[in-house]
């Protein structure tokens, strides 16, 4: 029988995406079924950079999706993020290392076939539109995630 791993994502975190997408990665190179279940903050991981905002917004939307990252590599850190500075020395440490970004971890996920989950209720209340994730997203309610997550091996919160 094939294993399966459920990921939620509540944080909008750069090193914190960093390690579920390895986790995921690394996951899918083993023959594990994926699935990530993005809730809140988690949804920035996958805001798609080059999509516009619909002109339907109200004034918070509007103002809420100018104040946040727009795409996973917008993301601040965890921890001594330092006004972006201490990111920036966390990539050049990962340049030097020669690992992948995070945006190549993100888009190896989806050549390997990890399924994205947008938290519907999350969606609506940070005033996103469907349009402005990337399109391997699916939104569902909060009850599918769980029923996804019942039937897993193992279950990770990031």
Do not use: H
């Not at 390690?19 to 594990?32: D, M, P, Q, T, Y």
């Not at 004034?59 to 601040?76: R, S």
Request: proline share 4%; charged share 30%; net charge negative.
């Amino acid at each position: 029988m094939k294993k399966k791993l459920n990921l939620l994502i509540f944080s909008g975190d750069y090193d914190k995406a960093i390690a579920a997408l390895v986790i995921a990665n690394s996951a899918r190179e083993l023959g594990v079924d994926v699935t990530i279940f993005l809730g809140f903050w988690g949804i920035l991981l996958v805001r798609d950079p080059k999509a516009d905002a619909p002109d339907d917004k109200s004034l918070y939307e509007k103002m809420f999706a100018f104040m946040t990252p727009k795409g996973i590599e917008d993301l601040p850190l965890s921890k001594m993020n330092f006004s972006g500075f201490g990111k920036e020395m966390l990539k050049a440490m990962m340049k030097d290392d020669e690992a992948p970004t995070v945006t190549a971890f993100l888009k190896g996920a989806i050549k390997k076939g990890v399924k994205f989950y947008g938290c519907k209720l999350s969606v609506e209340i940070m005033g996103f539109k469907k349009e402005e994730l990337l399109p391997e997203v699916e939104i569902i309610e909060a009850k599918d995630y769980l029923k996804d997550a019942l039937d897993s091996d193992m279950q990770l919160f990031i």
